[in-house]
């Protein structure tokens, strides 16, 4: 039944999407293709390594080698289609397991992070939005000097090119923008998809009853309140935009300074004895081989919150102690590496509407006339229900904590009170140190509303439920010099207290939400956790069986602050500390994980550091 679309996809990729077809002059597919180095190597090819990768070699005279793990996609269906992702069967995972997770009955997770060029962005869920305010400038009062809202603000208007949809369109779903607060020159495509299901209407309503309002636009700082968010879609073609198309595709065409290789697992840094970084180490995962390569100027590292840690300690940057066991002579003690591991948990809050509208998300997997005449309608119009991507609803609420209870004070109270060394009995001081900085930035803040505590996502029965900020903290390590095997991702989701007491709060919230009178009607059947789970105790016993750690979101494990305060990277350059020539630019920078979905940030935070870096080499 998709043939027709496969050939009609493919058409249109080579025709009015020729100018990026993935025939492009300066893609490298073999290690022997290569220069011998270049003046800059950024590790991993995802979201903000293609960001910066692009904003260097703007520069002709600067030479930039892109060394990504995963494979290029081929432009398919399934990556470019919003409607067609299919996480299921997609081949950009990594295979990668977490540790057995004690606060969630010891279950093990799929560590949800992708391997190809552009990183998550290539399977990611399309929602395109930034923090509150108050998110970034908890950086900067944690030490991450010259990082708040006001400085990032010009760097998200510079990764987007922000279309608005049509007035009508926008007062019939309640989108809400103002475009002074987006950008129109960038790379990053944002707009609307031209479709939404009937149900929406009634959420919102719903939230309405309950005094959460839409706010006029969710990325001017609030993000707060109940809202369309605008998705990383491209807004004539509607299909994905995303950091391969925006940051390679588009700009490798006239430049010949910007190298790729894909399918390159980097395994180490090389650092000189005046620990300067001058190249890495990196296997060719289609031919086994190991070789290396140089950075005249620096390594740049972007692989990811879960990877970059692992890259560091197996080049001997890192604790010691960890490092000495395994024999790697150690370059840096930095004992803070891979700590402050952090990612929005998720609770699945499943409800059956028995009286359900008409059509709804469910009738796209069990009606086939609905889903045939959808696909007919984006292959013919580029209108219709495969313009949103699959399962995940572009409508979203986020809710502060003193809005979803009457306890937000006595919460707040029990969570200062916490014994973080009983809690990680395994945090060097220096860590400890910035989780008690952290803790008491987020207390104050959700005291005073300035951050939301949780994200309900809608378009149907199904509704992920979100804590945007969490206490409890994970930790990146490992156990092996191996090539190839992965680190240890342990989240230590609701090993806080505080966490379980606020996800009880949070299905108490929703349970209100749907006895709202616009959403009574469809007489919600709750399936999961169950109606039966109502007292605490019980709330207790079933919630750490159906929270799960992550929201594809993980961050924060190289932070950006103070040495003496668990801090990793100089803010003020990127450099890591203790050596030279090596930056990071991707979200294990971050001290904290703003409350909202990561992208918008990832690449604004990639944009200003390439700023950084172009200025220290005069560029
Ligand atoms: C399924 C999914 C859904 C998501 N939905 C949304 C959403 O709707 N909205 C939103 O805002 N955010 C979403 N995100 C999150 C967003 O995509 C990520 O936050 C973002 O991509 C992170 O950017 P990054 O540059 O830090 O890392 P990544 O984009 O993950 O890039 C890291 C890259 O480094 C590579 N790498 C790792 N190790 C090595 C190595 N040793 N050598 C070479 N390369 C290496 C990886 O293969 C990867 O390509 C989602 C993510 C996923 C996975
Ligand atoms: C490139 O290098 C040349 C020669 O050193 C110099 O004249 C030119 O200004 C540089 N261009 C840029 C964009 O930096
Ligand atoms: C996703 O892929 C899986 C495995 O191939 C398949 O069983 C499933 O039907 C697909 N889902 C959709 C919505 O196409
Ligand atoms: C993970 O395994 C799947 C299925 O074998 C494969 O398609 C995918 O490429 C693997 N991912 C990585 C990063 O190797
Ligand atoms: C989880 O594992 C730990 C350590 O192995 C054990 O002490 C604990 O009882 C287990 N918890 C559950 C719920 O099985
Ligand atoms: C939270 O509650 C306050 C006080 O009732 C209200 O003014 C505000 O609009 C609410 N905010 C949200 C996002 O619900
Ligand atoms: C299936 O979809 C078609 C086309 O939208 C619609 O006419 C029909 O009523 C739907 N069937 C059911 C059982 O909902
Ligand atoms: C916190 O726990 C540690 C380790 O169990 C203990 O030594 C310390 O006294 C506790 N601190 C407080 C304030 O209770
Ligand atoms: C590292 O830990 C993983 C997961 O616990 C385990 O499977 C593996 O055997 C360990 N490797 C070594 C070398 O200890
Ligand atoms: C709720 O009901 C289900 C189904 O009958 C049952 O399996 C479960 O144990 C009950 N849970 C509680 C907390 O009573």
Known sequence: MFAALIIFLTAFANGALCARSPQLRNIVQRAEDLQADYDFIVVGGGASGLTVADRLTENPNASVLVLEYGSFDSHEDAVLVPGLLNLTSTPYWFNLTSTPQLHLQNRSFQVTIAAAVGGGT??????????????????????????????????????????????????????????????????????????????????????????????RDPNDGSAQGVFWAPSTLDPETKTRSYARVAHYDRAVQQRSNYHVLPMAAVTKIMLDDHKRATGVEYLARNTGKTHTICAKKEVILAAGAVHTPQILMLSGIGDPKDLASLDINIVSELPAVGHNFQDHPTMFFINQFQNDLTPNADDLVRNKTFRDEQLALYRNQRQGAFT???????????????????SAASIITSAAAENLTQLYPDAPPSVFQGYRAQRSSLLQNARESRIAIQETAFNGGFMPLTLLHPLSRGRISINTTTHLAPPLVDYRTLSSPTDLAIFREILRFNRKLLLQVPLAPLQPIELVPGSNVTSETDMDNVLPGIVGPTFQHPCCTCPMVARENGGVVNPETLEVYGVYGLSIVDASLWPLIPGAHLMGSVYAVAERAADLIKERWNM
């Open 388 to 406: 949103i991507v699959a399962n995940g609803g572009n409508t979203v609420a986020f809710v502060p904590l003193p809005n979803i209870t009457a």
């Open 122 to 215: 290539c399977i990611n869920g399309m929602l395109f939005h930034r923090g509150a305010r108050a998110d970034y400038d908890a950086w900067e009062e944690l030490g991450a000097k010259g990082w708040n809202w006001d400085s990032l603000l010009p760097y998200f208007y510079k990764s987007e090119n922000f279309t608005p949809t049509s007035s009508q369109f926008a007062d019939e779903w309640e989108i809400k923008f103002d475009k002074d607060v987006h950008g129109s020159q960038g790379p990053i495509q944002a707009s609307y998809p031209p479709y939404q299901f009937p149900v929406v209407k009634n959420f919102f309503h719903a939230f309405h009853g309950l005094g959460i309002p839409t706010p």
